[in-house]
């Protein structure tokens, strides 16, 4: 059930950046999950990953493009309430452009937003994050 969601504000970069690495403090207990979800745009915007929305909306609108699933470190279950280590979830389009799985795709981003997805079994128990830091890379 992902009926808890946070999207942040699209963030402008000065420079050109490859990767995306967000750090999450996160506390899970048992039968709930987080993920993770990224959108990129980059100036010239001549071509996106797959799964993006080709010809739906002006080519440098970031809120255009679909949300790609962030791969990430375990996420441990914790039963403490008080403890929320941390967890790194990243994007590298490097690792994209190197599967062969795409065949449009922006080797580099200058925007992007970021959408956490809290997912539960029941109301009873639901996960926790704090700490959201976003570091994008070459």
Same mark, same amino acid.
């Given at each position: 059930? /992902?009926? /808890?969601r946070y999207i942040t504000g699209d963030v402008k970069?000065? %420079?050109?950046?490859? /990767?995306?690495? +967000?750090?999450l403090a996160i506390n899970r207990p048992e039968g709930t999950n987080i993920e993770v979800y990224a959108r990129f745009?980059?100036?010239?915007n001549a071509s996106f990953?797959? =799964?993006t929305?080709? =010809? =739906? =909306?002006?080519?440098g609108d970031i809120n255009d493009r679909n949300f +790609?699933?962030? /791969?990430h470190s375990p996420i441990p279950i914790n039963t403490d309430r008080t403890?929320?280590?941390e967890v790194n979830f990243r994007f590298d389009f490097a690792d994209v452009l %190197? *599967?062969?799985?795409? #065949?449009?795709?922006? *080797? *580099?981003? #200058?925007e992007f937003s970021v959408k956490i997805v809290m997912l539960s079994e029941g109301s009873e128990r639901v996960p926790s994050v704090r700490e959201l830091r976003c570091i994008a890379t070459v």
């Open positions: 059930n /992902a009926q /808890a970069l000065k %420079n050109a950046s490859t /990767a995306l690495d +967000v750090y745009n980059n100036a010239s990953i797959e =799964g929305s080709p =010809g =739906g =909306g002006s080519p +790609v699933k962030l /791969a403890k929320f280590p %190197n *599967e062969d799985t795409i #065949t449009d795709s922006i *080797e *580099e981003f #200058t």
